[in-house]
T-cell receptor
Framework: GENVEQHPSTLSVQEGDSAVIKCTYS??????FPWYKQELGKRPQLIID?????GEKKDQRIAVTLNKTAKHFSLHITETQPEDSAVYFC?????????????FGTGTQLKVEL | GAVVSQHPSRVICKSGTSVKIECRSL??????MFWYRQFPKQSLMLMAT?????????EQGVEKDKFLINHASLTLSTLTVTSAHPEDSSFYIC???????????????FGEGSRLTVL
């Protein structure tokens, strides 16, 4: 089955700096890679996703890059703000079959300090 | 929009009792629903895939007789934790896919989660 690794487990940045979280996956058939933000005790919220036919996607301060050959993808948050503090999860799945059975990474606790 | 609601949000029960958690898609029909378990400061682990009108597909290591899943309609899936024990205490989250398999965005919409505490 799919295995997703995520680094770092914790990340502390100063407000205004950039934050980068990296994930690798094992199943070359995976074609959908979402990123979720989860605040304590709350549901995961989709913040951005990318499909395997695209190398990069950007939405305001958030961007995701995908390297299919190396089987890794990264989340980039620029101009970080205190409200960006949360746990971020990457995930991978195959959309063309099996529904959307997500395999999650282990999570990154992002702390944006003033 | 696409809203998924879970109930109850918190439940405390005695060891040996059974607890039912509901997951409802409020404004769309969910072709597939998924159940996850999340222990404190850990990731979401998929427990099972629930398809309307058919038996759930369980992930390896998840006891189907302990975690009963029923997907009675396109808007409701239930997870029943039978004979609960303290080690079953966890945050249980469901998600639902709005569009048909192989079509649409594939985006999953998550419920608010249900925190189960077994005494």
């Amino acid at each position: 089955g799919e295995n997703v690794e995520q680094h770092p487990s914790t990340l502390s940045v100063q407000e205004g700096d950039s934050a980068v979280i990296k994930c690798t996956y094992s199943d070359s058939a995976s074609n959908y890679f979402p990123w979720y933000k989860q605040e304590l005790g709350k549901r995961p919220q989709l913040i951005i996703d990318i499909r395997s036919n695209v190398g990069e996607k950007k939405d305001q301060r958030i961007a995701v890059t995908l390297n299919k050959t190396a089987k890794h993808f990264s989340l980039h948050i620029t101009e970080t703000q205190p409200e960006d503090s949360a746990v971020y999860f990457c995930a991978a799945s195959k959309l063309t079959g099996g529904g959307n059975k997500l395999t999650f990474g282990t999570g990154t606790q992002l702390k944006v300090e003033l | 929009g696409a809203v998924v609601s879970q109930h109850p949000s918190r439940v405390i029960c005695k060891s040996g009792t059974s607890v039912k958690i509901e997951c409802r898609s409020l404004d769309f029909q969910a072709t597939t629903m998924f159940w996850y378990r999340q222990f404190p400061k850990q990731s979401l682990m998929l427990m099972a895939t629930s398809n309307e009108g058919s038996k759930a597909t369980y992930e390896q290591g998840v006891e189907k007789d302990k975690f009963l899943i029923n997907h009675a309609s396109l808007t409701l899936s239930t997870l029943t934790v039978t004979s609960a024990h303290p080690e079953d205490s966890s945050f249980y989250i469901c998600s639902a896919r709005k569009d048909r398999i192989g079509a649409g965005t594939g985006e999953l919409f998550f419920g608010e989660g249900s925190r189960l505490t077994v005494l």
